[in-house]
């Protein structure tokens, strides 16, 4: 076992009192069941006032925020389109796709983080404002973590280009600037603005040169003192090499044109150019990436892998992917300086910035409120082949491990749980029997609701589980009397004993009313009746009470016999046959032939001779069984009549 | 093809928090009021499956400066919904104000538009329409009411109880219910001949019932052979009430002549999975669209008027196969007469199919036709809407 990373959080549930109570609690797939229990320590059993009710906790809190599905419902799209990219594509096509999934899942994240926005601006005062504002805050995060491991995992940014996606990945950000700029320049006069300056300094801490030069030019304009500075100042900016994306020329070159350049500018701030203006001598310095310089501007650069970019850009234009760990630590320390220590945002950034995959998405997985971001981060890093080498000491490996945590959650939503489904196929090992668990746990509310569960499971042949969800609705409908649904699904579910249940069910039905109901359904079995023999028994009653209104009483009567004599029938009901036997014994015609007759008397006698001797019989049974002798005596004397005519007619017929 | 609309683009001031999307279990366009020349701009979606559930009324009308993005053309905005108990089963208009809602709770419900203060309020319900009386149940439980179908000022819904009642606008109790009308589920219904109704069950029938009548028995019963596929939604062509179209379990499609045998005249293969909805086009019914569990959308064009134009339509589509006709010649019916979807000769009639929807990922559950435009929901909360079906 490993240890634990951090102190397990404890959540204090309303209302109950475990200080004096004993609690019970159960685990379910993706929530737990907690409660009171009656147990008291004490001898004495007092009845304390306690609390009533059963809790449900769920972990994964951010499944059930209405704005968030949007996110699970779109992302959820995204994964399976991930899960299907072709294993065949290789090299730059395969990159540029997982590039643009990842530049998706971003895109999803921002949009949620818009409309959170929205509400949050909506109503501010209120505590659910609040926690829309603190959830933007988190999706901001995700999103800035997101970026960082795109550009450093999935794009593998070499040096050089490794550096422009940073500067983008920062200006993304750190947005407010856009704010300021359309602000500062919708003013009357631009450069007498109380931000003007600040807006300056923020364009060069990002790197926006052309932008910087602009407002300069407006500087120049506006003080003509200042006019000869402004225009070497601006001409540094412009002629500072910078690789851009078309150029062919190597990383050499570019170091040494950008070494010319930063030793112009170092002679500049020697030869005191700008020494008559603080301000454009503080902005050379930053150009010169000059710690102290930067660190002074600390409120415009807002955090510190800002800090660390700027510095970058000024002092180490061609940083390699391995040396940025270096520079990300030493800029983290400088920017907090001791006051403050790094929070968990730091941490993960600092794990990126040093390619430690696993820490990021530990970070991740302690730090979050959900498991949508780990799971689809590690499933992208796992598609791009990142992962193979890490197994857990749980679970089967950490992609499996964590897509499943998220499926469990959404299971456990009463409406999203049918997203669930894609994540546990994609899982190979342990998605299967998860699937198995949570399937037969979503409550079946209507048989539409019910129909989709069926598919589900029937798409991935999961036959046990079809069979309970069907045994299930069978239930309900016999509970509900709709003996004609619960036949249905006991035979979609091939169960037969439950099959003759129903069966029985609707023969017994048919005993206390004389009439049979749900024809529609009996009359249409077709081979579904072979099921189970009480079904088939049931298929072939109603076929022989068909015959009979048809007044086709010879295929009746035959039909009939075969029923005893084949032993289809249950014996309880032979008395009932035998009884439905005498109408036909009376016709006019012989209908019954004299071995039919023989046949007859013999399952007569079966039944009689097998009724064992009861002991005190009580009135009621006494009556009963009145009315059976009677039955009985008069089937004998009508089989009696039936068996001399059908000898006579037999006879006769021979004779003629 | 169909743009993926922007979920909730829109919160008009009292939906504050209420996003109004959800999985969506219907789909209909508010009907034109006779005579008019404009082209469809509301309608009504159900949701299903959440706790709250909702009705809720959409506008692709024209927005211009309300559509502060500049979204996509035929962009839908959200006009107002109401909280629905349980979850909508089958959502029908009652005329242009008036919208149907069954509930899985048994309940019907007629909601009142208020276009102009942009709300939907109760007008009237049938609490218990539908319910079920068993040992199990205490006294009397509700049962989920599957289908609605409206003709003003009649309102006849079919449930998982078996039972069919018809309604009337003004009156408090049903007008008649037939009991037991069906020993399985009837999962959907729709009007034949006004008095006559057809409903279809889960054990793959057809059923013919006459209000005429009393009793509750059937005027006629057509099945499906052997295997009782469960059939889960109907239509009725628009022009030839005997031409009916069913879809099944097994997402087939089946053709029906009401008029004679008791057998479908064609079994299309269709879908993979269920098939929810059929719906003929109301104006074009050489055209129908279906849409099925497995995340499909599509649109069959059996209209044999130029090659130019199916050709338009193959592209991603493809022939379908007859797998079936068991219907003898017809020489006494008059050629003109046979609708495109009776005819039996394969190899004059193809049927274009164009699939709809670009990436299938889970069901639609809805669809619904007018005009030139169509509008489909599905479980990935989505709501699509087109407004050039036959550009």
Redesign the interface.
């Known amino acids: 076992m490993e240890e634990f990373d951090g102190e397990p959080t404890v959540t204090w549930i309303p209302g109950v009192n475990s200080q004096k109570k004993q609690m019970c609690f159960d685990w379910g797939p993706g929530e737990m069941l907690v409660c009171e229990t009656s147990f008291n320590k004490k001898e004495k059993p007092q009845m304390v006032a306690s609390c009533p009710f059963i809790h449900i906790i769920r972990k994964d809190i951010d499944v059930y925020s ?2 968030l ?2 996110l699970f ?1 779109e992302s ?2 995204i994964f ?2 991930l899960q299907r990219i072709e294993e065949e594509l290789t090299g730059k096509s395969r990159k540029a796709q997982l590039v643009r999934v990842s530049k998706n899942y971003r895109s999803v994240i921002r949009a949620c983080m818009e ?1 959170m926005h929205q ?1 949050a601006v ?2 501010k005062d209120s505590a ?1 404002g609040r926690q829309f504002s603190s959830q933007v805050s988190i999706l901001s995060a995700m999103e800035l973590i997101w970026n960082l491991c795109e550009i450093l995992f999935i794009e593998v940014a070499p040096a050089g280009p490794l550096l422009l996606y940073l500067l983008d990945w920062v200006r993304l950000h750190v947005c407010e600037v856009d704010n300021l700029s359309a602000d500062v320049l919708g003013s009357e006069n631009p450069s007498k603005h109380e931000s003007f300056w600040s807006l300056v300094t923020t364009l060069v801490l990002q790197g926006r040169l052309d932008e910087a030069r602009q407002m300069l030019s407006k500087e120049a304009d506006a003080n003509p003192a200042s006019a000869g500075m402004c225009r070497v100042l601006g001409d540094l900016m412009r002629t500072m090499p910078v690789l851009s994306p078309g150029n062919t020329q190597t990383l050499t070159e570019l170091e040494l044109r950008w070494q010319h350049w930063h030793e112009e500018c170092e002679r500049h701030l020697q030869d005191g150019t700008f020494a008559s203006s603080p301000r454009l001598e503080s902005l050379c310095k930053v150009l010169l990436g000059d710690d102290a310089a930067l660190l002074e501007q600390k409120e415009l650069l807002s955090n510190w892998y800002h800090f660390l970019v700027t510095r970058l850009l000024y002092s180490q234009p061609t940083v390699k992917p391995m040396d940025l760990h270096l520079y990300a630590q030493s800029s983290l320390d400088l920017f907090l300086g001791g006051e403050s220590s790094p929070e968990p945002l730091d941490n993960i950034l600092m794990a990126a910035f040093e390619f430690d995959i696993h820490q990021v998405i530990k970070e991740c997985s302690i730090a979050l409120s959900n498991w949508w971001f780990v799971a689809h981060l590690t499933d992208l890093l796992d598609h791009c082949k990142l992962l193979q080498s890490h197994n857990l000491y749980f679970g089967s490996n950490m992609r499996e491990f964590l897509l499943l945590e998220y499926a469990s959650g959404l299971f456990a939503h ?2 999203l749980w ?2 669930g489904v ?1 994540y546990c196929d994609h899982c190979p090992e342990l998605g299967r029997v998860s699937l198995e668990l949570h399937i037969e746990r979503i409550p079946l ?5 019910a ?2 569960v069926l ?1 589900v499971c029937e ?1 991935r042949q999961m036959t046990e589980q079809v069979r309970s969800i069907c045994k299930i609705l069978a239930m ?1 409908a ?8 619960a036949l ?1 699904w006991s ?1 979609r579910a091939k169960d037969a004993a439950f099959a003759t249940l129903v069966s029985d069910r609707f023969l017994r039905d048919y005993c206390e009313r004389g009439c049979f ?5 009996i009359d ?1 079995l ?3 009746m072979m099921l189970s023999d009480r079904l088939t028994f049931l298929g072939k009653y109603r076929e022989f009470h068909r015959l009979y209104g048809e007044k086709r009483f010879v295929d009746a009567a035959s039909l009939l016999l075969s029923l005893m004599t084949s032993q289809i029938a249950p014996r309880s009901f032979w008395m009932t046959l035998l009884t439905d036997a005498l109408p036909l014994l009376e016709q006019k015609q012989v209908i019954f032939s004299a071995e039919q007759t023989y046949e007859l008397l013999r399952c007569l006698e079966d039944l009689t001779s097998g009724k064992p001797l009861c002991g005190e019989p009580d009135a009621q049974q006494l009556q009963d069984d009145d009315i059976e002798t009677t039955k009985v005596e008069m089937l004998r004397l009508a089989l009696a009549r039936n068996l001399a005519r059908s000898i006579i007619k037999e006879g006769s017929l021979e004779g003629s | 093809m169909l743009l993926r609309q922007q979920q909730c683009s829109n919160f008009s001031s009292n939906q504050t928090g209420k996003c109004g999307v959800y999985k969506i279990s219907k789909t209909r366009w508010r009907p034109l009021p006779p005579g008019s020349l404009q082209t469809a701009e509301t309608f009504a979606t159900g949701s299903w499956d959440n706790e709250e559930n909702y009705v809720s009324l959409w506008s692709i009308g024209d927005f211009g400066n309300l559509d502060s993005d500049g979204g996509f053309e035929g962009d839908h905005q959200l006009l107002c919904s109401i909280k629905h108990h349980g979850d909508v089963m089958d959502l029908q208009f009652f005329d242009q104000e008036r919208i149907v809602a069954a509930s899985s709770t048994g309940c019907v419900t007629v909601f009142l538009h208020h276009p102009n203060n942009r709300t939907l309020s109760v007008s009237q319900q049938w609490t218990a329409a539908h319910y079920h009386t068993g040992p199990g149940s205490p006294s009397c439980s509700n049962a989920p009411c599957t289908g609605i179908v409206c003709n003003n000022p009649e309102i006849v819904t079919v449930g998982e109880d078996g039972r069919i009642n018809l309604f009337r606008a003004d009156h408090k109790e049903a007008v008649r219910t037939i009991d037991n009308a069906d020993s399985s589920t009837l999962h959907a219904v729709t009007f034949l001949r006004t008095p006559e109704i057809l409903t279809v069950n889960s054990i793959g029938q057809l059923k013919i019932w006459d209000f005429r009548q009393q009793g509750n028995e059937p005027t006629q019963i057509l099945s499906l052979t052997g295997d009782r596929v469960p059939l889960h939604c109907v239509d009725r062509h628009p022009n030839q009430q005997h031409v009916v179209a069913t879809g099944g379990q097994d997402g087939m499609l089946s053709i029906w002549d009401v008029r004679q045998g008791t057998m479908p005249v064609s079994l299309l293969k269709a879908h993979e999975a269920e098939m929810w909805e059929v719906h003929f086009h109301p104006s074009n019914p050489d055209h129908l669209f279906t849409c099925s569990e497995d995340g499909s959308l599509w649109h069959w064009d059996a209209s044999t008027d130029g090659p130019e134009k199916s050709s338009l339509f193959h592209q991603g589509g493809r022939n379908s196969t007859f797998l079936s006709h068991s219907i003898s010649n017809q020489a006494n019916v008059h050629q003109s007469l046979i609708s495109s979807w009776l005819s039996t000769d394969p190899a004059k009639d193809r049927i274009e199919i164009t699939s709809l929807l670009p990436n299938r990922t889970l069901s639609v559950n809805s669809l619904d036709v007018l005009g030139p435009c169509l509008v489909c929901g599905t479980d990935a909360e989505a709501i699509y809407v087109t407004r050039q079906l036959f550009s």
């Open positions: 209405k704005i599905r949007k419902n959820h799209g399976v389109g409309e509400f909506a109503d659910s009463h409406s049918q997203l894609d509310t209507t048989e539409q609701k129909l989709k598919r798409q309900k016999v509970r509900n009397n709709r003996l004609g649904s249905s035979i109901s749900d024809l529609d359904l249409n077709g081979p579904a």
